[in-house]
């Protein structure tokens, strides 16, 4: 007469599902097993030996994952398959800036260049002047040169939340304010002379529009009239 032992490992594997953030840890344990050791199958392909029925994984890159584990008893195995997949997100966020000028103002386009595994949810801009906007590519308008902290907070459908900031540095023309300086008065058949006065110099040009007269370009007009009346004198900086 023979006495066989039959034995079986046994043991419940739970986690908890659903979505993580890049570089977030799941905890995965055994409870009321007999197991002596466990080979834990993370779904990416990876394995980890453990003699203990709790384990801590992080999963390296972004995607969703089934994971199993299999329990160890003598010579005895048994495969626990886990039922709730885990979802691993990778939020990277970002932007680019095109920046048109124009007199008084600068025009801003901003792109957002973020990324996410299971996409993207939300936006929110702070341009560092205490506007905001919730668009995606939004368009600002800055009446003042100087750097502004700009940040962008991108949250994606997981949850996950990160944010990207840059100084953004910002140069606006204002507007030239010019003056006319030159004859008041003139002789009829004689030259009149004007002149263009102005503090703003930098890559600025003149036209002069003449009353029955020349339109003209430069610093300086000058005109002849052959008839006596009051005439106008237009100068565009």
Sequence with gaps: VARVVVSAPAGELTYRGGFYCTGQSVQFRLANTNAGSFVFYPGNGDSVLATTPDITYTYPSAGRYLPRVVLIFNSCRLTLQGQDSIRVDALRPGFSTTVLQA????????TDTSSSFFGLAARNWRFGDGTVSTLANPVKWYTASGQY???LQVTSVSGCVDSVRL???VQVQQFPQVTITGDTAACLGQP???????TFTEGLTYTWTIEEGNTTQGSRAQNIWFRQGIFRVQLIG
């Excluded at 007199?103 to 901003?110: H, W």
């Excluded at 009149?192 to 102005?198: I, L, P, R, V």
């Design 167 to 169: 100084n953004l540095e």
């Design 103 to 110: 007199c008084g103002s600068s025009r801003v386009q901003f």
């Design 192 to 198: 009149a002379f004007f002149e263009a006065n102005t």
């Design 149 to 151: 902290p700009v940040v």
